[in-house]
């Protein structure tokens, strides 16, 4: 299983091949401090089987105490309830908006003790020894929309922001070079997006956090901090969703 990050007890997984072809590409990450694992945006039941081995050889599954889940997509939020089931001891952190909508998709369960809403403003995300930060990412593409920053490895999880659509020919786990990468997050962003004023109240807020590396859910992971500048001043300018109806 390829990291991301490692130092000392703070470790972070990524899992990029794992979508079978016909379905959109979604990348799938853990983090894990102190022997306690988070795994962000752990996708639909396409990818659970998969997935749940391959993060069994980065942790325990027995240490699995939260999930992550930036919006409502099925390509996010489909497995949980097999989540759920194989931990056991596990927090869902989900978007305050959405949380009336999940119950639709466990057939049992009533005690929903386990759902932690995170409020529209963001939220701090104890696991292990550190907090994490969920920053707000609304309209990015989901109404009620979640980033989530983790301070000791400085990667930005970005959800849907910062996707791309690569071929599978043209595939890397990396951007490379940041004007020919362009070309496959344009059409997304430019579609998925809301508007320009909601990727400049994004961009605003993750100008405060001193990010590394953007780790989206679909296509290459964005790597260096020229990188992100760049990203960050593309997504600034971009003219997208309600501005081009
Ligand atoms: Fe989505």
């Not at 939020?77 to 056991?88: C, K």
């Amino acid at each position: 299983m390829p990291v991301l990050h490692s130092s000392g007890d703070h470790a972070v997984h990524y899992f990029r091949d794992l979508t079978p072809k016909g379905a959109v590409q979604a990348n799938q990450y853990a983090v894990v401090d102190s022997g306690e694992a988070m795994l962000l945006d752990p996708g639909g039941r396409l990818v659970f089987k998969r997935l749940l081995g391959e993060a069994g050889r980065a942790f325990p599954i027995g240490r699995l105490r939260a999930v992550f889940v930036s919006h409502q997509d099925p390509d996010v939020v489909a497995a949980l309830p097999s989540w759920v089931l194989v931990a056991g001891d596990v927090r869902v952190y989900a978007p305050a908006a959405w949380t009336r909508f999940l119950p639709h998709m466990f057939s049992e369960r009533p005690e929903w003790d386990f759902v932690v809403e995170v409020p529209d403003e963001g939220s701090e995300i104890p696991l292990g020894k550190v907090t994490l930060r969920a920053i707000p990412a609304h309209f990015l593409h989901s109404a009620a929309n979640f980033s989530l920053y983790d301070p000791e490895s400085k990667i930005l999880f970005s959800g849907d922001v910062g996707a791309s659509i690569i071929p599978p020919e043209e595939d890397s786990d990396f951007a490379g070079d940041f004007e020919s990468h362009l070309r496959y997050m344009e059409g997304f962003h430019r579609r998925y997006m809301a508007s320009s004023r909601a990727c400049r109240r994004w961009v605003s807020l993750v100008r405060e956090l001193d990010v590394e590396v953007i780790a989206p859910q679909h296509g290459a992971i964005i790597r260096g901090r020229d990188n992100v500048q760049r990203f960050l001043d593309w997504l600034e300018g971009l003219e997208c969703g309600v501005d081009l109806l």
